[in-house]
T-cell receptor, first 115, second 112 residues
Framework: DTEVTQTPKHLVMGMTNKKSLKCEQH?????MYWYKQKAKKPPELMFV???????INESVPSRFSPECPNSSLLNLHLHALQPEDSALYLC??????????????FGPGTRLTVL | AQSVTQPDIHITVSEGASLELRCNYS??????LFWYVQSPGQGLQLLLK??????LVQGIKGFEAEFKRSQSSFNLRKPSVHWSDAAEYFC??????????FGKGTRLHILP
């Protein structure tokens, strides 16, 4: 299984709502990632988890809260978002450890709209 | 600092014509290079990768890329494009701290 799955596909939320994005992989990968992608731009890294521990936070606002409950699951909790947070949120995973392990496998993304 | 440059924001080719998308990188050590493709509203799919060995690498969907260390380039090619190849293409370099640096992307348009 070389698939990364993400739910939901689409999410519309108000600025006072709390919601969560979910990502799952069953490839035994040790590293998992959250990216934010605006239209016509490359993905921007938000967070990296390595062995279920947060290893990189790219100065993301606290209204985004990641969680890695186990080695296969990655969540992104959303609270008090702003309209400018509307974007495609991509999850990815990799084996890590350099060389061929750097290849990242991406999920299909969650299209988030904040009203 | 590490970087990836894709000089062409948009490229238009006719269906059946050949394609070359340019990518230049700046990286101090041995680069781990990737080309990803993204259709509108979708995730990124890996087309091909280079880590070491043969500098001409074959990928999926008939794509290939050639690593040229002397030119710091990793250009993507396809001999004959299909309408379904219309998409955004990202060149990227992998770092040993688990990060990938993406280029800004090249949007490929196909004329019928």
């Amino acid at each position: 299984d070389t698939e990364v799955t993400q739910t939901p596909k689409h999410l519309v939320m108000g600025m006072t709502n709390k919601k969560s994005l979910k990502c799952e992989q069953h490839m035994g990968h040790r590293a998992m990632y959250w990216y934010k992608q605006k239209a016509k731009k490359p993905p921007e890294l938000m967070f990296v988890y390595s062995y279920e521990k947060l290893s990189i936070n790219e100065s993301v606002p606290s209204r985004f809260s990641p969680e890695c409950p186990n080695s296969s699951l990655l969540n992104l909790h959303l609270h008090a978002l702003q309209p400018e947070d509307s974007a495609l949120y991509l999850c990815a995973s990799s084996r890590g450890e350099g060389g061929g392990g750097l290849e990242q496998f991406f999920g299909p993304g969650t299209r988030l709209t904040v009203l | 600092a590490q970087s990836v440059t894709q000089p062409d924001i948009h490229i238009t080719v006719s269906e059946g014509a050949s394609l070359e998308l340019r990518c230049n990188y700046s990286y101090g050590a041995t680069p781990y290079l990737f080309w990803y493709v993204q259709s509108p509203g979708q995730g990124l799919q890996l087309l091909l990768k280079y880590f070491s060995g043969d500098t001409l690498v074959q990928g999926i969907k008939g794509f290939e890329a050639e690593f040229k260390r002397s030119q710091s380039s990793f250009n993507l090619r396809k001999p004959s494009v299909h309408w379904s190849d219309a998409a955004e293409y990202f060149c990227a370099v992998g770092r040993t701290d688990d990060k990938i640096i993406f280029g800004k992307g090249t949007r490929l348009h196909i004329l019928p």
